[in-house]
């Protein structure tokens, strides 16, 4: 970016809270696999590290309705995968909410 005196103003990079390397550590500590990006224990954990980051950020900045709202479909998505397991296969609930903490 050019100023009106042309000196170069060096553009700061914003890093991601969750970047490529993140996701594979979730996906690989919860998932199957570092790939495995579709069983419900690894969107749960992923819906879990997220909204803990949206938590964070509200506390900051309680106006931001748009992220307010967003978190709270977050939390949705994150029930119903937990009670999809819950009713399918009970074991895999039990050891998802052990392992991420959850007060189920």
């Known amino acids: 970016m050019l100023m009106s005196n042309n000196n170069l103003i060096k553009k700061t990079k914003r890093t991601m809270y ?22 419900a224990e690894a969107q749960i954990a992923l819906f879990t590290y997220r ?33 999809h397991l819950y009713v399918n296969d009970i074991n895999r609930y039990r050891a998802i909410v052990k392992a991420l903490g959850l007060h189920k």
């Open 18 to 39: 969750l970047d490529q390397a993140k996701k594979k550590e979730i996906f690989g500590q919860y998932g199957k696999s570092a790939t495995d990006t579709g069983s």
């Open 51 to 83: 909204i803990k980051h949206l938590t964070e950020h509200l506390k900051a900045n309680h106006k931001d309705h748009v992220t307010a709202r967003s978190l709270t479909m977050m939390v949705g998505r994150r029930r119903k995968l937990l009670k």
